[in-house]
């Protein structure tokens, strides 16, 4: 009784404070029933957040991304996956190996999107309940865009990135051992994540020089032995993603032609919106960071931007900036009772408006994800049941475009729901991202025997348009005997707007012949 009541007091004293002494204290001697009450505020957001996330996950059509992962895992044994065909992907492995040990233990495709999710909550419940920071951030954090969509909703390997950064974060002051194992997995996550990997171990080996005279024999044992294990882990990462010479520049090279415009594009797309206010977001962060005198913890951020600026980025790359700063804050926030440092408001400010921003941005994806098609996979999976069914002969082709140079890869999209490879000319059950993949010459050969249904991939940089009937593509089979028999189309949601809109769109060949009945 006595406990509870120093617990209520201290809980009072610590939220006029503003600080979390008071909640550590409690949370190092008090009962799991006093700890609770004390933080039901971060137990209710958590609660939110884990609602919102469920309510999504249903509604969320998955597109040719998430499934491209989900096919290599499936159809590949575990050495043929890293040995050959996940350094086509541009990435390491980590996220294929989980899909990989998922689809052993026989979890379904939406099984997949669970998984994820419950990886997202993890990752909260470590912000929420060991960050140091205020409430104000604490509670309104986890509804930003990429926290609370983004990563969590689309299951792809971004979603392991906010969970170990935040591992990270934990482990940065306490455990050497720890830090080696969360740098080493975040740098097998993604390309973008390992430029982030590389440039927080910089960081800590620097500060850990820099303190080396106050560093025991046993000390230097255990830094060894960390740094060993993540260089192990960082050269597996290298190994698993070396680029084969037969890969497709299309999956390789940058968005923009100039390297300063690309890099500068990945720190202010997905902060805040317009451009300005990322601008100077980034200034305030900076001076923040310089008043603190920590301003060489600004390199990943750096790394981040120098790899976006000669390799392919899109939008959800520019969002691991937001896990990152979180870890990059959580590492060098000032302890509870520190004076005030100077620019502290100012951040706070610049946060509040990236958080509000977020959040709008993160409403209106929700919204978009349950009233609109993000993809139209499922609804081409369903259209084409009855034809797989029957054994129909099912050929892909695409439309050419300045903007897209991603061949037929969206059809993959379709393919999870179906238990083998429904195309005539796909020669595996994902996309080969090589210049030798065969596809569309097989398509041109198939195409003087009919097969029965055409589907033909139509992609745009933003909102679905009407689809371009003259294009060479129509023209050719419309002239070959093909009608138009149906048409799918979704599109994702990007700040405020829609954008990446993809349209399956289905021509059959009226006649029934040998070869389109085989």
Request: charged residues 15%; proline residues 7%; contains cysteine.
């Amino acid at each position: 009784m006595q406990l509870d009541a120093e617990g209520a007091q201290v809980g009072r004293r610590s939220s006029r404070s503003g600080d979390h002494a008071g909640l550590h204290s409690i949370a190092a001697t008090g009962s799991a029933q006093t700890r609770i009450r004390l933080q039901w505020p971060e137990w209710c957001v958590l609660a939110l957040y884990s609602a919102l996330i469920a309510f999504a996950i249903p509604y969320h059509e998955p597109f040719a991304d998430e499934a491209q992962a989900w096919q290599l895992a499936r159809s590949l044994p575990l050495a043929t996956l890293f040995q050959r065909f996940i350094r086509y992907e541009g990435s390491p492995g980590l996220w294929h190996f989980l899909l990989w040990t998922m689809n052993r233990i026989h979890f379904s495709y939406a099984g997949m999107h669970w998984i994820s999710g419950g990886i997202a909550v993890c990752g909260m419940a470590l912000f929420l309940f060991k960050s140091p920071f205020p409430r104000s951030l604490k509670l309104t954090l986890p509804f930003t865009y990429f926290l609370l969509f983004q990563y969590p909703v689309v299951a792809r390997n971004y979603v392991l990135v906010p969970l170990l950064l935040f591992l990270v974060a934990m482990a940065w002051k306490k455990s050497p051992l720890g830090l080696a194992i969360a740098l080493g997995l975040l740098a097998n996550t993604a390309l973008h994540a390992a430029a982030i990997s590389g440039g927080l171990a910089i960081v800590y080996t620097t500060e850990r020089m820099r303190d080396r005279e106050g560093i025991t024999r046993r000390d230097r044992l255990r830094l060894m032995l960390s740094s060993l294990l993540v260089l192990a882990f960082y050269a597996f990462a290298i190994w698993t993603a070396w680029p084969p010479q037969d890969l497709a520049l299309s999956r390789v090279r940058g968005e923009h032609p100039h390297y300063l415009l690309s890099a500068l594009q990945s720190l202010i797309w997905g902060v805040c919106q317009p451009p300005i206010l990322s601008a100077a977001f980034w200034v305030i962060v900076g001076l923040w960071f310089v008043a603190r005198r920590r301003v060489l913890y600004l390199l990943p951020v750096l790394f981040f931007a120098g790899l976006s600026g000669f390799a392919y980025f899109t939008w959800w790359h520019a969002g691991l900036l937001v896990p990152l700063l979180i870890c990059l804050l959580w590492i060098t926030w000032p302890e509870p009772g520190a004076a005030p440092i100077q620019f502290g408001k100012a951040l706070h400010v610049a946060l509040g408006v990236m958080i509000a921003t977020q959040i709008l941005w993160a409403g209106y994806a929700y919204a978009f994800d349950h009233y609109r098609a993000f993809s139209p996979d499922r609804a081409a999976a369903e259209f084409l049941e009855p034809y797989v069914a029957r054994n129909t002969s099912i050929a892909v082709t695409y439309v050419r475009s300045e903007k897209w140079h991603g061949y037929a890869y969206p059809a993959v999209g379709i393919l999870p729901y179906f238990d083998h490879n429904i195309y005539l000319n796909l020669p595996y059950s994902f996309w080969w991202w090589s210049n030798a993949d065969p596809t569309e010459k097989r398509f041109q050969a198939l195409l003087p025997t009919h097969p029965r249904l055409v589907l033909v991939e139509v992609v745009d940089p933003g909102p679905i348009q009407p689809i371009r009937w003259g294009d060479p593509v129509f023209t050719s089979l419309f002239r070959n005997g093909y009608q138009y028999r149906s048409a799918f189309c979704g599109s994702q949601p990007q700040r405020l707007e829609s954008a990446i809109s993809i349209c399956d769109v289905f021509l059959e060949y009226p006649q029934q012949s040998t070869s389109a009945s085989r």
